[in-house]
């Protein structure tokens, strides 16, 4: 079975740089989703309170056969949970959904700025678990170089993660090397941009899967635009958690270690960048969306 590389978190925790994302994915595919990445040979699973689908993601960790220990799973706290109590009772709510005593990485959704004391609270929260080993890693998503140097002024442990939107077109190479100051591992939660075709959100006019760039350097390789743009990331250091339910397209986004990309190739894609977000700004609060509520375990 191939192994997949290790990152070296900034607290000397080992993540597979590889795995399986579910946003979007429906409650009632989750489940086989899960089982069919982990048979595949997937051992990180990404999810979020947010996503309503935790419970099956515990599932198909059962399903699989795939003792626990050898599964990194990552959860995220919504908005609606932030604040110090919240966010310690919003551990509860994962775990109890996952079926797990444990949570690898904990990470916030969003740095919402309009409510940033109890964004640092809840994150002080995170450090409460960290400390008493609740969760092995803590992080942070979606936050910008200067929603982390804010909350960096105001914690002990520096997030481990922070989760982004990172695309070819969006590649966000300043905050990448904020996050290597620190030694944050940057994650993409849309590796093979599936942002700049997310209703509601960003137009580029055209698919990236169908960019020429991406499209000539697969041809090359006898591979498909997604599986380069998972290399790139790869090749970079970066962790990456593509997401889908098709079995077919779970085990061809981990196929992607039996080529390199040259360079060359990797400079092609990185003059791809845009620097035009896709999705959400990070900066801008949604109140109809963060004051949503997670249901109890």
Do not use: C
Request: glycine letters at 8%; charged letters at 25%; a negative charge.
């Amino acid at each position: 079975m191939t192994t997949v590389p290790l990152l070296t978190l900034n607290n000397g925790l080992e993540m597979p740089a590889l795995g399986l994302g579910v946003f979007q994915s429906p409650p009632d595919e989750t489940a086989q989703a899960v089982e069919s990445a982990l048979r595949v040979g997937y051992r990180h699973i990404d999810t979020a309170a947010a996503y309503e689908n935790e419970r099956q993601v515990g599932e198909g960790l059962r399903r699989s056969g795939v003792d626990r220990d050898e599964v990194f799973l990552e959860t995220k706290v919504w908005v609606s949970d932030y604040g110090y109590t919240q966010t310690l009772h919003a551990f509860d709510k994962a775990t109890g959904k996952l079926g797990v005593d444990r949570i690898d990485l904990l990470i916030l959704h969003q740095p919402a700025p309009d409510r940033w004391a109890k964004t640092v609270d809840a994150y002080h929260a995170l450090e409460r678990l960290f400390y008493d080993g609740a969760v092995h890693a803590i992080g942070v998503s979606n936050f910008t170089p200067h929603h982390l140097d804010d909350l960096l002024r105001e914690s002990d442990v520096v997030p481990a993660v922070n989760q982004v939107e990172l695309h070819p077109y969006f590649a966000q190479r300043e905050l990448q090397a904020v996050d290597a100051t620190h030694g944050i591992v940057t994650q993409a939660w849309s590796p093979i941009g599936g942002i700049t075709f997310y209703p509601g959100w960003g137009d580029y006019g055209r698919r990236i899967l169908d960019d020429p760039t991406l499209t000539a350097i697969a041809a090359a390789h006898g591979r498909t635009a997604a599986q380069v743009m998972l290399r790139w990331h790869l090749q970079q250091g970066r962790s990456a958690i593509p997401k889908s339910v098709n079995p077919a397209r779970i085990a061809e986004n981990f196929d992607v270690f039996g080529f390199e990309l040259t360079p060359d190739e990797l400079d092609a894609i990185d003059a791809l960048d845009t620097g035009t977000r896709g999705g959400p700004d990070p900066d801008v609060p949604r109140p109809d969306i963060f004051d949503r509520a997670i249901p109890e375990a």
